[in-house]
């Protein structure tokens, strides 16, 4: 926002000092206006997790409906206060709100937020007949104009907010968005009708419109990638890829295409970030980016207000986690509200400014994929660029971990809890986006798998290595179990039963059907399942 600083002088005191007031002049007239320019401002989404009134109204989800579930008037007062804290601590000048019920209890908000010091003169909510929930935005800019953008007439297809402000001066139209989510029935093509309401009004626009698109538009940023065939009822055609156009030729569009992008291609912002930061929610236990900040080629023309590189950021405040280090959602169990939590998503926020663009020239292009083989990953601490596997042979597959090898004598490498899709004895070529080393143990933690190639025959695979390194299968050894340990040829090796419960008593005699060859401060084998191994005799 803009700051000023106002200077209150004495007329008298001015003409005791007549004979010095140049050094005032000169003080006002070439100091002052360094404190009238505008510093950056904060632009933000935030999905509060169903902020209800206790009012009936008869279109409450069940679990909000006043006098059941424990949901009443102490439980909204200590929900206004949890998301108050958080947008006091966030701290934005322009905030996009997902899942607020009405204008009271919007009305509430925005008052406890002035109670505590924080207030926002500036607010715009929709008014959709019917629906359970809606969307608003909070302004520290005057706003000159609103309207909502119809996308069905269902109570249940929630309208898309427009809110034109004047930052710093600068008209800005802000679309503040709430798309169906994937669950219950949440096919591609039901997003689709919420970005084609958007782009046809963003074609409407004039051609020099400055606008931003933001909130939870339950898709990830890499959705091109990563949708999941179960909703893919659009022929591979995704909302935010597709329509919005976050991607051309199929890949991400990256910051520097934008200052000479064409009109209607949009830049998403999470690209900002390291791959392992790429999150502000879990969906069915997997990380996901849901929330955005979408801009077009105009905030990056060095006109107007353009965006200031490498802004973009979740909010993480510790209060916003649990101890284990899970989101600290709103928390309802066993049918009723507990009175603890915020919500399930966190704030995502970006840095806007009336300065230009700064283009980084030795920003490195850092979601283009690289082929490479799997040596290469261990030879590497973090992954700079994506990696794409070819011909990657799954030749364990036990729950959501696997392994795989690109040939019988080449290396291995471990696939941990993001091998779902995948089947053994299957040949894919795979995009790798994370790894980590775990106590000595590489491991893949996040793929995308591009292509599947057929099977292949996997007794090749299963050749016993001329030397012990981890990320090799091992079949079809005998020994004896003693203290944790494997005594099988004259050596011993640590032995790990993923399922405590298998763990054979001392003396033991095992037939190791599969193990992997696995590493937790030192080589060791890991059985996954009780069809790994046989217990001979006792």
């Known amino acids: 926002m803009t700051s000023f600083i106002v200077f209150v002088v004495k007329f008298d005191t001015i003409i005791r000092i007549n004979h010095k007031d140049y050094l005032l002049r000169y003080f006002l007239l070439f100091l002052l206006p360094l404190y009238l320019v505008a510093k950056p401002f904060k632009v933000a989404t935030y999905n509060v997790e169903n902020l209800f009134d206790a009012t009936y109204q008869g279109s409450e989800y069940e679990e909000y409906i006043p006098g059941k579930h424990n949901w009443n ?6 929900k206004l206060n949890h998301i108050a804290e958080v947008i006091c601590d966030l701290d934005a000048d322009i905030l996009g709100l997902q899942e607020i019920e009405n204008e009271s209890v919007f009305e509430r908000l925005k008052k406890r937020l002035k109670r505590v010091g924080c207030a926002y003169h500036y607010s715009a909510i929709t008014h959709k007949r019917g629906a359970p929930i809606q969307v608003a935005m909070f302004s520290r800019f005057p706003v000159a104009k609103q309207k909502e953008l119809q996308v069905s007439i269902s109570p249940l297809v929630r309208n898309i907010l427009e809110v034109e402000v004047y930052a710093d001066g600068n008209p800005l139209t802000v679309f503040v968005n709430h798309w169906k989510s994937k669950g219950r029935k949440g096919v591609e093509s039901k997003r689709i009708r919420y970005a084609k309401t958007l782009q046809k009004r963003i074609d409407s626009l004039p051609r020099n419109k ?16 990563t949708l999941d065939k179960k909703i893919d009822d659009s022929h591979g055609i995704t ?49 996901s980016t849901l929330d955005h900040i979408l801009l077009p080629s105009n905030m990056f023309d060095g006109r107007g207000i353009d965006y200031v590189n490498d802004s973009f950021g979740v909010y993480k405040a510790d209060y916003l986690f649990t101890k284990r280090g899970y989101i600290n959602s709103w928390k309802y169990k066993h049918g009723k509200h507990r009175a603890k939590g915020y919500s399930d998503h966190l704030p995502v926020f970006a840095l806007f400014d009336t300065q230009p663009y700064k283009t980084d020239k030795s920003k490195e292009i850092s979601n283009q994929a690289v082929i490479k083989p799997i040596e290469y990953l261990y030879t590497l601490k973090r992954l700079k660029h994506p990696v794409k596997l070819e011909n990657a042979v799954v030749v364990l597959k036990r729950g959501n971990h696997a392994i795989v090898k690109q040939t019988p004598l080449g290396r291995g490498i471990f696939l941990f809890g993001c091998a ?44 016993r290595p001329k030397k012990m390194r981890q990320n ?45 060859l696995g590493y937790y401060k030192k080589l060791q084998l890991v059985i996954y399942s009780k069809k790994d191994f046989e217990i001979m005799e006792r």
């Open 73 to 78: 008037q102490r439980m909204m007062e200590i």
């Open 210 to 225: 400055e606008y931003i698109i933001l909130g939870d538009l339950n898709s990830n940023y890499n959705v091109h990638l």
């Open 239 to 287: 909302a935010l890829g597709d329509v919005l156009h976050t991607t051309v030729d199929n890949k991400l569009v990256q910051e520097n295409q934008m200052p000479k992008a064409k009109r209607g291609i949009h830049y998403n912002t999470w690209q900002e970030l390291p791959f392992n930061q790429r999150w502000s929610h879990k969906f069915y236990g997997n990380r």
């Open 420 to 463: 779902k899709g995948l089947k053994e004895g299957k040949k894919y070529d795979l995009l790798v986006q994370s790894i980590h080393t775990y106590k000595g143990l590489k491991e893949v933690t996040d793929i995308v798998k591009f292509k599947e190639k057929g099977g292949a025959s996997l007794g090749d695979f299963y050749q």
């Open 472 to 516: 090799e299968i091992i079949r079809d050894i005998e020994g004896t179990y003693r203290g944790r340990y494997l005594f099988t040829n004259g050596i011993k090796i640590p032995i790990h039963f993923k399922n405590k419960h298998f763990t054979p008593s001392n003396g033991s005699k095992l037939k190791i059907h599969y193990a992997h």
